[in-house]
């Protein structure tokens, strides 16, 4: 059993930058990708973000060129780094780490984005 804890979630200005992390109990190298996804209320949970163990990264459109994703394998933390923020970016931002073979697929918590004036 591997467990996610997710930091720096808050409340920012549009335009403004959150930094948030996930630290994992056992080694993120063993899972074949790592993630950041994100719900808002009454939505459906949402792709933010993943990179795999060797490094490659995809971003759902909506954060392309804004959010980007990385991995410190020492520390056992994935970060996302969220520029140019929007309303629409507020949301519950969860960290995935998940593994085909054989299947593992640990969640978060959460932590709460909230993008407002």
């Known amino acids: 059993q591997v467990q996610l804890v997710e930091r720096g979630g808050g409340l920012v200005q549009p335009g403004g930058s959150l930094r948030l992390s996930c630290a994992a109990s056992?080694?993120?190298?063993?899972?074949?990708?790592m993630g950041w996804y994100r719900q808002a209320p009454g939505e459906q949970r949402e792709l933010v973000a993943t990179?795999?163990?060797?490094?490659?990264?995809n971003y759902a459109d909506s954060t392309k060129g804004r959010f980007t994703i990385s991995r410190d394998n020492a520390k056992n933390t994935v970060y996302l780094q969220m520029n140019s923020l929007k309303p629409e970016d507020t949301a519950v931002y969860y960290c995935?780490?998940?593994?085909?073979?054989?299947?593992?697929?640990?969640w978060g918590q959460g932590t709460q984005v909230t993008v407002s004036s």
């Open positions: 995935n780490a998940r593994n085909i073979m054989p299947w593992r697929n640990y």
């Open positions: 056992g080694s993120i190298f063993s899972f074949d990708a």
């Open positions: 990179i795999a163990s060797g490094g490659n990264t």
